[in-house]
Nanobody, 126 residues
Framework: QLQLVESGGGSVQPGGSLRLSCAVS????????IGWFRQAPGKEREGIAC????????YYSDSVKGRFTISRDTAKNMVYLQMNELKPEDTAVYYC???????????????????WGQGTQVTVSA
């Protein structure tokens, strides 16, 4: 059974940093693509980053490009999202999810992600 558990959320001031972690189990991390998504109150869920299983391109949305970095440690079965220069508009619940098809990762097709974590709250405020 594919399982993902997010951690690392919290409250931070604008301009600050957080690192989110996604612990995965039930599958080999190097065979799957992992994406990070977020949903702010009253807004649709947004795909913000994805790291493919192969050597394909990592995906970043325009809203986080240059500030966020996705990475993985296959030995630890962990995927990370380093978030720098945080803004109030980054406030949301952040989720990680898994897909077995790299195209869904590079194109950020949410419907292609089969298993999701429970989410972790990130709040950016002064």
């Amino acid at each position: 059974q594919l399982q993902l558990v997010e951690s690392g959320g919290g409250s931070v001031q604008p301009g600050g940093s957080l690192r989110l972690s996604c612990a995965v189990s039930g599958f080999r991390l190097d065979y799957y693509s992992i994406g990070w998504f977020r949903q702010a109150p009253g807004k649709e869920r947004e795909g913000i980053a994805c790291i493919p299983s192969s050597t394909g391109d990592t995906y970043y949305s325009d809203s986080v490009k240059g500030r966020f970095t996705i990475s993985r440690d296959t030995a630890k079965n962990m995927v990370y999202l380093q978030m720098n220069e945080l803004k109030p508009e980054d406030t949301a619940v952040y989720y990680c999810a898994v897909t077995g098809i790299d195209y869904y990762c590079s194109a950020s097709v949410q419907e292609g992600f089969s298993s999701w974590g429970q989410g972790t709250q990130v709040t950016v405020s002064a």
